[in-house]
Antibody, heavy 116, light 106 residues
Framework: EVQLVESGGGLVQPGSPLKLSCAAS????????LNWIRQAPGKGLEWVAS????????YYPDTVKGRFVVSKDNAKNTGYLQMNNLRSEDTAMYYC?????????WGQGVMVTVSS | DIQMTQSPPSLSASLGDKVTITCQAS??????IAWYQQKPGKAPRLLIR???TLESGTPSRFSGSGSGRDYSFSISNVESEDIASYYC????????FGAGTKLELK
């Protein structure tokens, strides 16, 4: 059974760091890209990071570039999103996604709230 | 960066209606558009990729078409289980989602 389980969310103060994890099972994690997508409360979907299968290339939109770092540990079947210098506008549900040739897996999401 | 203009923001339909959502890209995206369905409190679900390829498990009442900058997504014979929000996504150059369309029952 395929599972993606995000963890690491919570309430943090502006300017703080936070690291999210995405634990994968039931498929070959090392062969696939990993995306992080977020959704602010009551708002639409926003792509925030991508990493290629072997972890050698990463991509970000301008809104998080320089603050967020995506990584993956294929030995542990786990992906990560290190978020630095968090802002109130980063408050959102964060999802990890594994897009495949004939599948598309999503986690249940983890909530991040940035507030003083 | 590629921008995706999705319309309408909301849609009201009766059961059995056909509804259509459009997305216009700021440049040619060569059919690299996907469509997602999201129900409240749930993760999005991929319905269609590469303009018109239905994912396994996507009912045939869902369809997609388009080329160049202009794309559309349709649901024929709307059913109650289709009440959700729908998003387009371009993936030819990084990723950009449309703003979403909320489908409600009339």
């Amino acid at each position: 059974e395929v599972q993606l389980v995000e963890s690491g969310g919570g309430l943090v103060q502006p300017g703080s760091p936070l690291k999210l994890s995405c634990a994968a099972s039931g498929f070959t994690f090392s062969s696939n890209w990993l995306n992080w997508i977020r959704q602010a409360p009551g708002k639409g979907l926003e792509w925030v990071a991508s990493i290629n299968p072997d972890g050698s290339s990463t991509y970000y939109p301008d809104t998080v570039k320089g603050r967020f770092v995506v990584s993956k540990d294929n030995a542990k079947n786990t992906g990560y999103l290190q978020m630095n210098n968090l802002r109130s506008e980063d408050t959102a549900m964060y999802y990890c996604e594994i897009p495949g040739y004939n599948f598309d897996y999503w986690g249940q999401g983890v909530m991040v709230t940035v507030s003083s | 960066d590629i921008q995706m203009t999705q319309s309408p923001p909301s849609l009201s339909a009766s059961l059995g209606d056909k509804v259509t959502i459009t997305c216009q890209a700021s440049q040619n995206i060569n059919k690299y558009i996907a469509w997602y369905q999201q129900k409240p409190g749930k993760a999005p679900r991929l319905l269609i990729r590469y303009t018109s390829t239905l994912e396994s498990g996507t009912p045939s009442r869902f369809s997609g078409s388009g080329s160049g900058r202009d794309y559309s997504f349709s649901i024929s014979n709307v059913e109650s289980e289709d009440i959700a929000s729908y998003y387009c996504l371009q993936y030819v150059n990084l990723n950009t989602f449309g703003a979403g369309t909320k489908l409600e029952l009339k």
